[in-house]
């Protein structure tokens, strides 16, 4: 299982599924991060944290334990 924080900067990735539970899970959604949406990295932060995304045309920042909750391909 690989997650969307494994993903190195550059990378492209297909959304295959969202762990997690209840707010988490509904936020990460809410955000347009549904399965098999292609995510595209752009940029993380020194510390790993936050993580910079294009998702469906637009720049999001999720932080690292949101991106652990994201598995892809």
Request: no cysteine.
């Amino acid at each position: 299982m690989k997650t969307l924080k494994e993903v190195p900067v550059g990378g492209q990735v297909t959304v295959k599924r969202i762990h997690g539970e209840g707010p988490l899970r509904r936020r990460i959604m809410d955000m347009g991060i549904t399965k098999g949406t292609e995510v595209y990295v752009r940029k993380v932060a020194p510390l790993g944290d936050p993580v910079e995304l294009t998702v469906r045309g637009y720049e999001l920042s999720i932080r690292k334990n949101e991106a652990e909750a994201i598995e892809v391909e």
